[in-house]
């Protein structure tokens, strides 16, 4: 097993390669990253045009993975994603085709365009990593992400997702809008051809999921376990909040600081981490009350609130040493 020390420069050389491509926005391609090497899902959520498909793009080329992109629309059925039992005459057998969900990174691009019954197609692969389509049972290739996108400014033929569906994406991000020497830097890079043509493998597959079971081992005293399920239980008691974050946001959190302490070369997580990482991976699993909406209260400044109540950890960790 390498050192913490080579697995954060293992994962610098891809966010750095990344960076070529999505200029001036480091914190949420760092972000994209602890979901990869955490085994998990990715919704980006801003306005067109800013890179969200070209970010999913060069995070497939950077690691060696195969990639399929799938274009919700209105009209897109179930079977456009998971695949399709075909009747084949020569053998008198049904013959699978499988769908684009069969790929190791998978965008799902206006995620939120696709009927209820369409983004239903994507729970079981997003919580199991496998599908079933005629009563077959099939496993979805290892590592397995969804990387999906949505326009949060146009209603008109969109479906908010469920919540069951927005608790499966590990982390929310956005991009934003660049800055003006950024947006600069877009325009002389993009002057004669794409910048995403220049991107080179990283790493191999095999790879990234020898990281993503390295991972796991990073130490995370009590303490530091405690501050995550306060902060979670505290999203269940707040008079703002309709719906808290599950267990399962609570394990996001977990394991993003696991990453996050992982790329920044220590063996152990500390309070920052989780102070870091809350507001990307709880933000969007947490449903205000409408009397909170009405008055312009969001999910995030309630977690900023939180984050300023709950009692960090004090005193040194213990037992975290860099290996």
Same mark, same amino acid.
């Given at each position: !097993?390498?050192?913490?020390?080579?697995?954060?420069?293992?994962?610098?050389?891809?966010?750095?390669?990344?960076?070529?491509?999505?200029?001036?926005?480091?914190?949420?391609?760092? +972000?994209?990253?602890?979901?990869? &090497?955490?085994?998990?899902?990715?919704?980006?959520?801003?306005?067109?045009?800013?890179?969200?498909?070209?970010?999913?793009?060069?995070?497939?080329?950077? @690691?060696?993975?195969? %990639?399929?992109?799938?274009?919700?629309?209105?009209?897109?059925?179930?079977?456009?994603?998971?695949?399709?039992?075909?009747?084949?005459?020569?053998?008198?057998?049904?013959?699978?085709? *499988?769908?684009?969900?069969?790929?190791? /990174?998978?965008?799902?691009? =206006? &995620?939120?365009? $696709?009927?209820?019954?369409?983004?239903?197609?994507?729970?079981?692969? !997003?919580?199991?990593?496998?599908?079933?389509?005629?009563?077959?049972?099939?496993?979805?290739?290892?590592? %397995?992400?969804?990387?999906?996108?949505?326009?949060?400014?146009?209603?008109?033929?969109?479906?908010?997702?469920? =919540?069951?569906?927005?608790?499966?994406?590990? !982390?929310?991000?956005?991009?934003?809008?660049?800055?003006?020497?950024?947006?600069?830097?877009?325009?002389?890079?993009?002057?004669?051809?794409?910048?995403?043509?220049?991107?080179?493998?990283? !790493?191999?597959?095999?790879?990234?999921?020898?990281?993503?079971?390295?991972?796991?081992? @990073?130490?995370?005293?009590?303490?530091?376990?405690?501050? /995550?399920?306060?902060?979670?239980? *505290?999203?269940?008691?707040?008079?703002? @909040?309709?719906?808290?974050?599950?267990?399962?946001?609570?394990?996001?959190? +977990?394991?993003?600081?696991? $990453?996050?302490?992982?790329?920044?070369?220590?063996?152990?997580?500390?309070?920052?981490?989780?102070?870091?990482?809350?507001?990307?991976?709880?933000?969007?699993?947490? &449903?205000?009350?409408?009397? $909170?909406?009405?008055?312009?209260?969001?999910?995030?400044?309630?977690?900023? =609130? /939180?984050?300023?109540?709950?009692?960090?950890?004090?005193?040194?960790?213990?037992?975290?040493?860099?290996?």
């Amino acid at each position: !097993m390498q050192s913490v020390q080579d697995l954060a420069t293992a994962v610098q050389r891809v966010i750095n390669n990344v960076e070529k491509v999505i200029v001036g926005k480091a914190e949420s391609v760092a +972000f994209s990253l602890i979901a990869v &090497i955490c085994n998990g899902h990715v919704l980006i959520e801003d306005v067109p045009g800013v890179g969200k498909t070209v970010l999913t793009k060069a995070i497939a080329k950077s @690691i060696g993975c195969s %990639f399929k992109r799938i274009q919700f629309t209105p009209d897109l059925l179930p079977s456009d994603v998971t695949g399709v039992s075909v009747y084949n005459q020569k053998t008198g057998n049904f013959e699978f085709r *499988a769908g684009p969900i069969l790929s190791q /990174i998978v965008l799902a691009d =206006e &995620i939120n365009r $696709a009927t209820p019954k369409t983004q239903s197609a994507l729970l079981e692969a !997003m919580e199991e990593t496998q599908i079933t389509v005629d009563g077959v049972t099939y496993s979805l290739p290892t590592p %397995f992400m969804v990387m999906a996108t949505q326009n949060p400014i146009e209603y008109e033929g969109t479906f908010p997702l469920p =919540e069951a569906q927005l608790d499966r994406f590990m !982390m929310n991000i956005t991009l934003g809008y660049p800055k003006t020497q950024d947006e600069m830097n877009i325009l002389d890079t993009h002057q004669f051809h794409h910048p995403l043509e220049d991107i080179e493998q990283i !790493m191999r597959a095999e790879e990234l999921v020898r990281i993503q079971q390295q991972v796991r081992s @990073i130490h995370v005293d009590p303490s530091i376990r405690e501050y /995550i399920v306060s902060i979670a239980g *505290a999203t269940r008691t707040h008079g703002n @909040i309709y719906l808290g974050a599950s267990p399962r946001g609570s394990l996001a959190l +977990f394991r993003a600081s696991q $990453a996050l302490a992982a790329i920044r070369g220590r063996g152990y997580v500390i309070p920052d981490d989780v102070k870091l990482l809350a507001k990307a991976t709880l933000a969007h699993r947490l &449903i205000v009350t409408p009397a $909170a909406r009405v008055r312009g209260i969001t999910s995030a400044a309630i977690l900023d =609130e /939180i984050l300023q109540t709950v009692p960090v950890p004090g005193g040194t960790v213990v037992g975290g040493k860099g290996r």
